[in-house]
T-cell receptor, first 114, second 109 residues
Framework: EAEVAQSPRYKITEKSQAVAFWCDPISGHATLYWYRQILGQGPELLVQ????????DSQLPKDRFSAERLKGVDSTLKIQPAELGDSAMYLC????????????FGQGTRLTVV | DAKTTQPPSMDCAEGRAANLPCNHSTISGNEYVYWYRQIHSQGPQYIIH???NNETNEMASLIITEDRKSSTLILPHATLRDTAVYYCSRQSNAGKSTFGDGTTLTVKP
């Protein structure tokens, strides 16, 4: 069964350092999402791509976060510099379309900033 | 507020139906209602979604009120493996999902 792949699964970094997460969506899925999930809360959308274009990044803290999906396939989310409050699970999801279609989530990357 | 509202926790006896409520009183007419569940340390797993009509699949049933301000996810015969956090979300036409803080369902033997 096809899956959304994310790496690394776990990352510990010191504050002020740079960190990057990678996501490979299910083949053929044009829509890719990055979510942040703080412990005890639901996922919060950071950025949505349609192919290589950003559709929604209204909740992305652009002073320190960046995301790209250069060839419309895999994607990278970067944080520079990391802050203590960035400790969370970072989830990638993909879907074939948008409204009314199922989103498939990866296992996530658990980030701890120390 | 565009968030959905769910009770923080619920218990259910094994073999009985689990009914999980969600309030989405400010939902727009073209927004879908989605349900996902999440087992510790894994990504959310899709369960079911609907727009206006009630829906059923092999996992669950979704009941949406006529005014669309609330919905209920029904797991007809809960098993111990259904213990998880269940998230209700609303999804816009553009695909953006807004999640609530979830309900922790504990199925007890």
């Amino acid at each position: 069964e096809a899956e959304v792949a994310q790496s690394p699964r776990y990352k510990i970094t010191e504050k002020s350092q740079a960190v990057a997460f990678w996501c490979d969506p299910i083949s053929g899925h044009a829509t890719l999402y990055w979510y942040r999930q703080i412990l005890g809360q639901g996922p919060e959308l950071l950025v949505q791509f349609q192919d290589e274009s950003v559709v929604d990044d209204s909740q992305l803290p652009k002073d320190r976060f960046s995301a790209e999906r250069l060839k419309g396939v895999d994607s990278t989310l970067k944080i520079q510099p990391a802050e203590l409050g960035d400790s969370a699970m970072y989830l990638c999801a993909s879907s074939f379309g948008t409204a009314g279609t199922e989103a498939f989530f990866g296992q996530g990357t658990r980030l701890t900033v120390v | 507020d565009a968030k959905t509202t769910q009770p923080p926790s619920m218990d259910c006896a094994e073999g009985r139906a689990a009914n999980l409520p969600c309030n989405h009183s400010t939902i727009s007419g073209n927004e879908y209602v989605y349900w996902y569940r999440q087992i510790h340390s894994q990504g959310p797993q899709y369960i079911i979604h609907g727009l206006k009509n009630n829906e059923t699949n092999e996992m669950a049933s979704l009941i949406i009120t006529e005014d669309r301000k609330s919905s209920t996810l029904i797991l007809p015969h809960a098993t111990l493996r259904d213990t998880a956090v269940y998230y209700c979300s609303r999804q816009s036409n553009a695909g953006k999902s807004t999640f609530g803080d979830g309900t922790t369902l504990t199925v007890k033997p």
